[in-house]
């Protein structure tokens, strides 16, 4: 998910969202966020709740990157990537970001980085 702050500065979200139970299990707000910060909050998770049989997610360069692939094979998670312009198949996850962006992001201004996260 994308969205501005007030100065016109863009912010992006990683939401991580447990398939299953549905529970949203982190919301990520950087100015980018990069393979590094997927891998950090990935291991946060997996210590808290144990890793998962797989991950689904989109091809974005910081899920798609050679070292965040190679990490989630070392411990035996396997991936799902979506196919490009096949939302319905992370429906989960893009049914959330659309309840995050009409429910939140359309009714707020943020002014600073911070405030949005």
């Known amino acids: 998910v994308t969205d501005r702050t007030h100065d016109g500065r863009s912010f992006r979200m990683l939401t991580i969202i447990d398939e299953f139970t549905r529970e949203c299990l982190a919301i990520d707000v950087a100015r980018r966020l990069t393979s590094d910060d997927v891998l950090h909050r990935l291991a946060e998770l997996f210590v808290e709740r144990g890793p998962p049989d797989f991950i689904r997610s989109d091809n974005g360069p910081e899920f798609a990157a050679t070292a965040v ?30 309840k995050l962006r009409d429910e939140l992001l359309a009714r707020e201004i943020f002014y600073t980085l911070p405030e949005a996260q």
């Open 69 to 98: 692939r190679e990490w989630l094979a070392q411990v035996g998670v396997k991936t799902l990537f979506i196919e490009p312009g096949s939302p319905w198949e992370n429906g989960y996850n893009e049914s959330f970001n659309g």
